[in-house]
């Protein structure tokens, strides 16, 4: 799933109205497992000047990166994460690593070959979905505006839930983002 899509759905999951320090540690929950790829991808695309071609095709496969998405998209990680922030009775901790596990657990059946060893350190095995989230060899043209419909309206209903100020600036900005998709599908479509 696009990354503003995790975190809209971990806001809505695991946020909670009037307090920001749950509600922030479920939007960073729900960007953590995708961090490592904007942190290299970033590195690459603005800083060394890689084409991106290059970076998506040949670095994001690379044993190197693979072993970091590894470490940050396992399933059994974060479900010991999430174990321990119940055994502690952290509500904070909990908002985190449920997001995350959120996160995960939506990503899990939306990749194909871009998939990740979400069972690490088990195995490195990866579920290559027949299903994508975005590839349209592997139904992308009908999964995207499904995650974009259902992300736009879950962002409605968090204007309605959440009040504050920041949060509608923070929801409209996702918002934004989920419109330009949709009208990049749109354009796709028409292309």
Known sequence: MMSQTHLIFGIAAFGKPG????TAAALLGSFIPDASLYA???THLFILDTPPQIVFGELYYSDSWQAIFRIDNSIVLWGIALIVAIMLKSKVAFALCGAAMLHLL???PLHNDDARAHFWPITDWKFLSPVSYWDDQ???????PIEIATAIAVCVWLMIRFTGRWMRGLIGLLLALQTAAAIATVVRFIS
């Open 138 to 144: 592997y139904f992308g043209h009908i999964v995207s």
């Open 40 to 42: 290299m991808a970033g």
């Open 19 to 22: 307090n920001a320090r749950i």
């Open 106 to 108: 939506l990503d899990f």
